[in-house]
């Protein structure tokens, strides 16, 4: 079946320190990436989303992520962080060519100590 | 903007009852998802469905059924709530899959539901 890793339950960071979350999936054909954010008390909403091209995606807020095939792995980055960047991130996989399922990671808490 | 809206925030059921969560999306998407989210479980897909009338099961479809009769609305019915049942419950709507790089789901508020 496949499935999302993502390595870390709960990331504690203070400001200004670089940020790193892993995300592995099992899918071996092609696939359309995402990172979705919630930030406490919040809708979740996309961060930013890989479809092809540009193995380096920039999204909203100073997040970038790079999708390396051989590895079957999306990381999202940050150079900086922000105490407002405390939420919960999730990496979504969705196989190409499907309906619109997504198979979403557990998630990765963070907390950034101001 | 797209948006996606949940019926009610918060809902205390008893065990045994029958819950309607209503979810209502205003942007013409085709696709619309049933997610249960969890502490340490991430998102779970309950159901979802494609178009009218269709609706297809997720992971975890037992103890659910959904319903969806208009475009716009897209129902989750716990036919006899338990406790294991209490989480809370998100809904998400996309336009059609496939090849479409505008592709994304949105998400509503969420509701959280308590099974006593």
């Known amino acids: 079946a496949q499935s999302v890793s993502q390595h870390n339950h709960h990331v504690i960071l203070s400001e200004a320190a670089s940020l790193e979350l892993g995300c592995n999936y099992s899918?071996?054909?092609?696939?359309?990436l995402f990172w979705y954010v919630q930030y406490p008390g919040q809708h979740l909403q996309l961060l930013l989303k890989?479809?092809?091209?540009?193995?380096l995606v920039k999204g909203i807020k100073g997040f970038e992520a790079e999708f390396i095939k051989s590895k079957f792995s999306f990381n999202l980055r940050k150079p900086s962080v922000q105490w407002s960047d405390t939420a919960e991130y999730f990496c979504?996989?969705?196989?190409?060519?499907?309906?619109?399922?997504?198979?979403f990671g557990k998630g990765t808490k963070l907390s950034v100590k101001p | 903007d797209v948006k996606v809206t949940q019926s009610s925030r918060y809902l205390v059921k008893r065990t045994g009852e029958k819950v309607f969560l209503e979810c209502v999306q205003d942007?013409?998407?085709?696709?619309m998802f049933w997610y249960r989210q969890d502490p340490g479980l991430g998102l779970r897909l309950i159901y979802f469905?494609?178009?009218?009338?269709?609706?297809e099961k997720g992971d975890i479809p037992e103890g659910y059924s959904v319903s969806r009769e208009k475009k716009e609305r897209f129902s989750l019915i716990l036919e006899s709530a338990s406790t294991n049942q209490t989480s809370m419950y998100l809904c998400?709507?996309?336009?059609?899959?496939?090849?479409?790089?505008?592709?994304?789901?949105?998400f509503g508020p969420g509701t959280r539901l308590t099974v006593t």
């Open positions: 998400a709507s996309s336009p059609r899959g496939g090849l479409s790089p505008t592709y994304e789901q949105y």
């Open positions: 899918y071996g054909g092609t696939v359309n």
């Open positions: 890989y479809f092809s091209g540009d193995p």
């Open positions: 979504a996989v969705k196989r190409g060519g499907s309906q619109g399922n997504l198979i």
């Open positions: 942007m013409d998407h085709e696709n």
């Open positions: 469905s494609y178009d009218v009338k269709m609706k």
